[in-house]
Nanobody, 126 residues
Framework: QVQLVESGGGLVQAGGSLRLSCAASGRTISSYAMGWFRQAPGKEREFVAAIGRGFGGTYYAASAKGRFTISRDNAKNTVYLQMNSLKPEDTANYYC???????????????????WGQGTQVTVSS
């Protein structure tokens, strides 16, 4: 079992920045692909960013590309999401997730992830 705990959310003005953290426990996550998803009220949970296994590549939704950066520190068993130039439409609950089997680079499908955190709320005011 893997436990994931997100932190770093909060209230920020448009144009501001936040860094989310996802601390894992129970197992080492270096061999897992890790993803960030978000869910706004009344909307489906959507893919934001992912990072491959070990020192794998990074992948972003179009809405995040150029503004968000996903990274991982395998020594700390932690994944990060640096969010810059935040917009009101980025307001959502942000979740990290661990993908255990290798789905050949299919990171956008939330159904391929096995473990989820409880989420951290990000609110961007205009």
């Amino acid at each position: 079992q893997v436990q994931l705990v997100e932190s770093g959310g909060g209230l920020v003005q448009a144009g501001g920045s936040l860094r989310l953290s996802c601390a894992a426990s129970g197992r080492t996550i270096s061999s897992y692909a890790m993803g960030w998803f978000r869910q706004a009220p009344g909307k489906e949970r959507e893919f934001v960013a992912a990072i491959g296994r070990g020192f794998g590549g990074t992948y972003y939704a179009a809405s995040a590309k150029g503004r968000f950066t996903i990274s991982r520190d395998n020594a700390k068993n932690t994944v990060y999401l640096q969010m810059n130039s935040l917009k009101p439409e980025d307001t959502a609950n942000y979740y990290c997730a661990a993908q255990v089997p290798d789905y050949g680079g299919n990171y956008q499908d939330r159904n391929t992830y096995d473990y989820w955190g409880q989420g951290t709320q990000v609110t961007v005011s205009s």
